[in-house]
């Protein structure tokens, strides 16, 4: 069987992909990439369809083994290197494809300057998926590997026995990770429950993401905000990105593993278009919010596909890396000579 193995974990790693949002009506969160964005370059990079589970990674990055005849990973969403471990340690850039052959082994480290990341590895996982998806829901053990965070010793079966020799692809184009500016808002449905005062300091103000953040939501330091009509409502449906205020006031941003309904006031939700930038967040960021219209969050939408497809379609030609131990096994230099030789 053509496996990943994963010799150490680093940081609770999960499968995901673009999660299960059709089945929220049976009380099953969504799910999926907290960046939706670097998932499908990553993908793009391997020549994946978009929607393939990739391994997403979050502040420690683990150390895998390839026990197949050669995979084909990128790594997306972080300026971290790819060690590739060895007799020589040699470090390979994020953001373009790499073939990697049985018995090496490799290593993503810290990933300090971003929330999130993500490894794919071409051809995808041979798991089988749950409600159409492999994303790993971990508070109900479903999708993924058990419905766990990945650890030591885990074998990942893969659908490619060898992915063939070919070009490799990068993306120079990283626009799309420094993308800045106020996270644009859609009021309601219970925005009437917060005092003008409220409103006003929540959209002029800024906030911090704490320690307090996870996969399921982050809660934010700033302007605390007050309740006009209590901070209880009859629970009704959440949508990712949706903006939670518990009675203490402080504000609670929902993302992927968010749960299907809730008790508190939603003083808006933040729009599609800007929900991977809240999952590329981490403690100790800084954002402001904007109001913005029905419509604007729409037209949003649009841009950021036809970003991303431009993105896409100016993949370049791979840097290059230097190997040393696949170029002395190749043999390409036999460092010897007859006698009656002679070298120019």
Sequence with gaps: MSVLRVVSAGFAPTLQDFGRPQVQNLGVPPSGALDATALRIANALVGNPSDTATIELRVMGPTLEVASDAVRVALV???????????RRVEAP???SIRLTRGRRFRIGGLSDTGVAYLA?????????VYDSLSTYVRARIGGVEGRALRDGDALPLRLEQAEERAERRCADQSWRRENGPIRVIPGPQDD??????LEAFFSGEYTVTREADRMGMRLDGPILQHSRGHDIVSDGIVTGAIQVPGNGRPIVLLADHQTTGGYPKLGAVISADVPRLGRMKPGDALRFAAVSVEQAEAARRALEDRTARVIERFGSAEPWLDEDALYGRNLVSGIVGSTESVL
């Design 193 to 198: 429950y917060f005092t003008t005062d409220s």
């Design 121 to 129: 590895i071409e051809g995808g996982f041979a798991i089988e998926p």
């Design 77 to 87: 969403g972080t300026s971290a290197a790819l060690e590739i471990l060895g007799e």
């Design 94 to 96: 994020p953001h373009q």
